[in-house]
């Protein structure tokens, strides 16, 4: 298992979980891909996939402000030198908690690519 991207996967539950978007954009390249089949449903002109700093910038603000107690609790990490595969649990008060897969493609220490899958 890649230890560095392994890092890099932790470092990214840490700043999504304390809502610190500076620091979760800051893993990523700046040309960097995100597809969400959450994206897709609130955002259908997206069809899931979105480019770019300031378009997660834009996503993750009205995640964190919309819900405020959002948390991943992290079940699985698998890691090679290229990709991490995530496995945790969304949990939102009110909501049924949500299993989740995520892969993070990674190069030269930087998030190029996300894509994550949910029912």
Do not use: C
């Not at 890099?8 to 995100?34: K, P, R």
């Not at 698998?78 to 945790?88: C, G, I, L, R, S």
């Amino acid at each position: 298992m890649s230890t560095t991207n392994k890092s890099i996967a932790n470092q990214w539950f840490a700043a999504f979980n304390a809502h610190d978007l500076e620091a979760l954009l800051g893993l990523y390249a700046d040309d960097a891909e995100h597809y969400s089949p959450k994206l897709k449903l609130r955002h259908p002109e997206t069809k899931g996939l979105i480019t770019g700093k300031d378009a997660l910038r834009n996503w993750w603000r009205d995640a964190f402000e919309r819900l405020p107690a959002l948390r991943y609790e992290v079940i699985k990490l698998t890691a090679d030198v290229e990709q991490v595969f995530m496995e945790y649990i969304r949990h939102v008060p009110g909501e049924v908690d949500l299993r989740v897969g995520e892969v993070l493609e990674i190069r030269d220490g930087l998030i190029i690519a996300s894509r994550v899958y949910h029912g």
